[in-house]
């Protein structure tokens, strides 16, 4: 157990992220290989409460968490529903990745991404902890809602232009 002022907690949250390997020196300038592992608020004030890491040796599996980041998600011009923002493993400390990237730049309506369709399902030194089918993304096309004012103000005026071409 170590306490950590709130103003170091806040300037390290952003910097990383959970799934992150650091070095945790304490007292006596002891040094620790350390994986960011969760972190928890107070429900109301929403200041952190705890922060977990585990402790990891090189040559020991250990379960972690990739972050799945969508680029370019602005481009498309369609309906882009990320369904996990994480994805869980379990790998060696030196086979770690640190995001999962997905391009959505020209995916059309109907695309959909399955966590066995990412690259870090295909590696066989990463055991993905989530079935292969789980849903990461889905794209559709958007939906045009119309407001009943509007189709009145539509049909208004298409009966204007009907009358003035007559």
Partial sequence: MIQIPTRDVNRFLTKVSKGDILKI??????????LFKEISHHPVTRQVEHVEFQHIVADEPVNSVVNVILANREMNQNVVQQHIEEIPYNALPKDFIEDIVIDVKGMEAGNTITVGDLDAAKNDKIRILIPEDTVVLTVSEPVRVVLEDEEETEAEAEAGATETTE
Wanted: glycine letters at 0%.
């Fill in 25 to 34: 020196e304490v007292k006596d300038n002891e040094e620790y290989n350390v």
